[in-house]
């Protein structure tokens, strides 16, 4: 009973051993169960008719760090063109510090759990002088609070502002 991509499966049984999918198929219990009464000893059964069953969905590519600042009203990114939103938005960020990290983390990682992602690839690159070495150690903090599958990648900027770059001086490297 493998399905074929984009196929849906009706019916069918998810047998799921130490988080792991192990098994996809109509009564997996009973035909996988090498213990006589049809049940695989530290297997539960989960009775989830009705419901609707589908692969966790993969975030590639995410800012978690500027979850505080989407829904500013003097920030309006719908009333400003990128550069002068960028503007606004890097002094906010410049004063971001290891406790913001994780809180921003925690809303942004939730944020996409309750949307059925399993996996996240958060692109860091504020180090603000302000933000101290632990920065990514706060969001794989909060990636294990959560149980979400966590990828850190790693930015910088190097251009002052003063050759053009819009990072104010408290957030380049």
Request: hydrophobic share 40%.
């Amino acid at each position: 009973h493998r399905g074929v991509a984009g196929t849906v499966l009706n019916g069918v049984d998810i047998l799921v051993r130490d988080g792991e999918i192990i098994g996809l198929g109509p009564d997996l219990p009973r035909t996988l169960a090498p213990i006589g009464v049809g049940q695989e000893q530290g297997v539960e059964v989960v009775n989830c008719r009705g419901l609707t069953a589908y692969p966790g969905l993969i975030n590639t590519h995410h800012h978690f760090f500027q979850a505080f600042v989407r829904n500013l009203a003097p920030l309006d990114w719908t009333q400003l063109d990128v550069l002068a939103w960028l503007r606004k938005i890097y002094p906010v960020f410049a004063l971001v510090d290891e406790d913001c990290i994780y809180h921003s983390t925690v809303v942004s990682m939730a944020e996409l759990i309750k949307h059925g992602c399993t996996t996240a690839f958060d692109h860091q690159y504020n180090y603000s002088r302000r933000g101290g070495p632990f920065l990514v150690d706060r969001q794989f903090d909060a990636a294990n609070l959560l149980g979400l599958r966590f990828h850190a990648g790693r930015g910088c900027i190097t251009l002052p502002m003063a050759e053009g770059s819009t990072i104010p001086d408290a957030m380049r490297e």
